[in-house]
C-alpha cells in the first residue's frame, strides 16, 4: 500500500505541499446516479416540477460545487478551473449524473468531479423529494482521470 500523501511521519493531517510540481493538463471525470420511480424519472424529465427545470438547476448546482471544493473537502488545493460540465441524462430506474472537470495546474480534479457528481445527485433529490422521498443515490465514482505524475487512470 502507497503511503498517505495526506498525513505526515508522525500521523498528523496535513495539505501537500504542489509548489515543486510543474503545471500539466489535468482532467477528471465523475458519475453518480439516482434510483427513483418512474413517475418521479418522467416528472424530472418533463421539465414542469413545481420547482422548476429539475435537471438544468442540478446541473448549474454541479458546477457551482465543483468551484467551491476547497471551502468543502479540508486538505483540497483551490484552483483554476478550466473547464466544468455537468450532465444529468435519463438513465434505466433514474437519473445518471456525469461531471467532467479540467485544468492545467500542479494538482488533479478528481476531488472537484466528485463533488460536482455529489452535489448534483443532492438537488436532484432535493428537487423531487416532494413526490419520492424513498430516491436512492448510488454508484457516485471516479471514472478517470488524466495528468499528472501518477499518469492516467480508467476504472474498471
Request: proline fraction near 4%.
Amino acid at each position: 500500500m502507497s503511503k498517505l500523501t495526506h498525513i505526515d511521519e508522525t500521523g498528523r493531517a496535513r495539505m501537500v505541499d504542489v509548489s515543486d510540481k510543474a503545471d500539466t493538463a489535468r482532467e477528471a471525470t465523475a458519475e453518480g446516479f439516482v434510483r427513483m420511480k418512474p413517475k418521479t424519472r418522467a416528472l424530472a424529465l418533463s421539465g414542469e416540477g413545481k420547482k422548476g427545470d429539475v435537471r438544468a438547476v442540478a446541473e448549474i448546482a454541479g458546477v457551482m460545487a465543483a468551484k467551491k471544493t476547497s471551502e468543502l473537502i479540508p486538505m483540497c488545493h483551490p484552483l483554476a478551473l478550466s473547464k466544468v460540465e455537468v450532465r444529468v441524462e435519463p438513465g434505466k430506474g433514474g437519473l445518471s449524473v456525469t461531471a467532467r472537470v479540467k485544468t492545467i495546474g500542479p494538482t488533479g480534479v478528481e476531488m472537484e468531479a466528485l463533488t460536482a457528481v455529489s452535489v448534483a445527485c443532492l438537488t436532484l433529490y432535493d428537487m423531487l423529494k416532494a413526490a419520492e422521498k424513498g430516491m436512492v443515490i448510488e454508484a457516485v465514482r471516479l471514472v478517470s482521470k488524466t495528468g499528472g505524475k501518477s499518469g492516467d487512470w480508467t476504472a474498471p
